[in-house]
């Protein structure tokens, strides 16, 4: 899998210093190996941000302040304090 | 008509006359405005607008808050959604994090990007959650129609995407929460390593190694699982 000493900085490619990044693509571009592994690694990141993309929608946000406010409610009551009191502290 | 002239030819005591006089050197020619430059006079004005309203707010305009959240809610949902992997989670603890920030907000510096405080709350509120439940709750993999999945996206990816979705979420329950949190801040919201950093509150460098050792341990298990069918089925292209 990969070649000695490139394959470690395949999954880093956008971590490296310019001077390693450039290394590894000027070999990458004679190598197949490592050039497939690139490519495979870049599809997994774009696939892991599309698998894990958030957009919700209206019914998501409905009634989210009126949650916020009910925690504030809750935590003031459990310290046995107005939330006036304790936000004027 | 003698009067007239003499009228006109009298300097003017007028403070715009001192520049006329020596023209080349008082008045430099300005620089073309270029597109970077006004972004980050967008970006510097939306913050400034931002660190006003927190200044009201620490002022007592606690009415303000809801201004504040509306701006950032979606970041901090988002956030604790890749956090934890699930959209009412992901509502309850950005819930948290603003009543959090509510009652801290007197303590944040000004001086300090509000973003980076706030996502750092964030992120502290998710992993907390996640200790308090101590594992994901994983869904039923029947249920693939999330609100977030685009509308091109084939019922088959769909069902490939959520099954990535859990397997991740299994698989990063291996890491440890430093590891967590930098794989989730770069590599599913896409943040810069110097925004993570702050965030974190640790050097960049040890941001790139717990990120560096995250993949690593991801890495086999992922492509194992997973590697082969993304070109087959052509969902890693195209984001």
């Known amino acids: ?89 | 008509m003698v009067k007239r002239t003499t009228t006109v030819r009298r300097p003017r005591p007028s403070p715009r006359k001192k520049p006329s006089r020596v023209p080349k050197k008082s008045i430099p020619p300005q620089p073309p405005a270029t597109t970077a430059v006004v972004a980050e006079t967008a970006a510097e004005k939306d913050e400034t607008e931002i660190k006003e309203i927190i200044r009201q707010i620490q002022a007592g305009k606690s009415h303000l808050f809801k201004e504040l959240a509306d701006r950032y809610r979606s970041q901090v949902a988002g956030i604790a959604y890749k956090m934890v992997g699930d959209y009412d989670d992901a509502k309850d603890i950005s819930q948290m994090v603003f009543v959090k920030t509510f009652y801290n907000i007197k303590r944040f510096d000004l001086s300090k990007r509000f973003s980076t405080w706030l996502y750092r709350i964030a992120v502290n509120a998710s992993i907390d959650y996640i200790r308090k439940f101590k594992k994901h709750k994983f869904e039923e993999l029947e249920d693939v129609n999330e609100p977030g999945m685009a509308a091109s996206v084939t019922p088959e990816q769909a069902f490939r995407l959520k099954e990535l979705r859990e397997f991740v979420l299994q698989a990063a329950e291996k890491l440890n929460e430093k590891q967590h949190t930098a794989f989730v801040l770069k590599d599913l919201e896409g943040m810069d390593i110097d925004e993570i950093a702050q965030i974190m509150g640790m050097p960049q460098a040890t941001v790139r190694w717990y990120l560096h050792r995250a993949r690593k341990k991801l890495r086999s298990d992922l492509r194992r699982r997973f590697g082969p069918l993304l070109g087959r089925m052509g969902i890693g292209d195209g984001v």
């Open chain 1, 1 to 89: 899998m990969g070649c000695d000493g490139y394959d470690d900085l395949i999954d880093r490619v956008d971590l490296l210093e310019p001077t390693d990044r450039a290394r590894l693509i000027e070999h990458a571009k004679l190598c197949p190996e490592c050039r497939g592994e690139l490519l495979e690694s870049h599809h997994l990141r774009n696939t892991l941000r599309r698998a894990f993309s958030f957009a919700p929608d209206a019914k998501f946000w409905k009634g989210f302040y009126v949650g916020v406010r009910r925690l504030m409610h809750t935590r003031s009551d459990r310290a046995g304090k107005p939330a006036v009191r304790r936000s004027a502290r």
